[in-house]
């Protein structure tokens, strides 16, 4: 009786093995390999949510969904809570970091120099990781896709929105180095122009309300670029500016339709999408991150908000498209 016992045992765990073995197995036979991605998004708000969005899906369409688990955590706009994230991923090593946002990047810079990290919404990776050598390639554990659109293009918009202008406050958050880097390019094209332009530093959304009326009250239009804290706050510059009827260029589309009247802008989700595809790369097909380029977004479309627009009785230039909101 123990031997028929025994055997029946045998058989069962046999059979269970054999259903495991066969669900993490590909079609074809072979065995699925699960991949585990830690996400660490600066914050909620519409570009990086898009961005993260299309990373996902990316990753989900080529390898399907029972072949990768993600970890996605918000850092809730605090540098220090995505240097607490990325640690954590690096505890659970993860198989790789998608870094969403400038501040993410760096946390996860400074944890890990072997787990692959792929960046994506950060602006310039040679001024968020201070690199003096920057060529287009980062090298060692880092690449990832960048948000810049044309700056030169972005001052031409200005000064072609507001002809009569000749006073630009640029208005961004210090604590954030591409922001920074934006609006010294972006000064420097208006300065050519022969526009006075002014920067505005903020330090957080705290001071914002303050730094945005003085920038309001001394200048002709306000630019800010593709600014994390501003993202989360165009609010508090919308109910400032329009009724002094000064009108925002903004740097990206989520931006613009908070507080602006026109940006050139490019696709989050697409820009996500790009970097899910990279990770695609370095996780199934083996590729060497450390020869990865920085990738950059192929389109960038000029938009205007409409509501925003009527409100400062400014008439669209032709050529632009109207943002589409829900």
């Known amino acids: ?57 990316a990753i989900i369409d080529e390898l399907g969904e029972d072949a990768v688990e993600f970890d996605v955590q918000n850092g809730q706009g605090d540098p220090a809570t995505c240097s607490t994230i990325a640690n954590q991923f690096v505890s659970n090593n993860v198989d790789l970091i998608m870094a969403n946002a400038t501040p993410a990047l760096q946390s996860a810079a400074a944890a890990t120099g072997d787990i692959p990290i792929l960046g994506t919404s950060v602006t310039e990776y040679g001024v968020a990781l201070e690199l003096s050598d920057f060529n287009g390639t980062v090298g060692g554990n880092i690449s990832g896709t960048s948000d810049l ?90 109910n400032i500016c329009e009724p002094k009827k000064i009108p925002v260029i903004a740097g990206e589309e989520g ?29 199934r097909d083996g590729a060497d991150i450390s020869t990865m380029s920085i990738e950059y977004a192929e389109k960038q479309t000029p938009k205007y908000n409409a509501q925003n627009c009527d409100a400062l009785g400014i008439t669209p230039l032709d050529g632009y498209e109207a943002i589409v909101t829900e």
């Open 1 to 57: 009786m123990k031997k028929v016992l025994s055997i029946i045992l045998a058989l069962v765990m046999c059979v269970s093995c054999c259903t495991m073995m066969t669900a993490c197995s590909n079609e074809d036979g072979t065995a699925q390999t699960k991949y585990t991605i830690g996400i660490c998004q600066l914050m909620e708000h519409v570009a990086l949510d898009a961005a993260t969005d299309g990373f996902k899906q």
């Open 149 to 238: 659109a044309p700056l030169d293009k972005q001052a031409e918009m200005i000064a072609q929105w507001c002809p009569d202008a000749k006073t630009v406050g640029l208005l961004y958050c210090s604590k954030e180095a591409n922001s920074q880097y934006q609006v010294d390019v972006v000064k420097a094209e208006l300065e050519k122009k022969g526009l006075t332009a002014t920067l505005y530093p903020f330090t957080d959304s705290n001071d914002l309300a303050q730094i945005c009326t003085t920038a309001a009250d001394n200048c002709d239009v306000i630019y800010v670029p593709t600014d994390n804290t501003v993202a989360e706050n165009t609010g508090i510059i919308d």
């Open 255 to 283: 931006i613009c339709s908070g507080c602006g009247i026109a940006t050139l802008s490019i696709s989050y989700y697409d820009l996500g999408y790009t970097t899910g595809k990279m990770a695609v790369k370095i996780l």
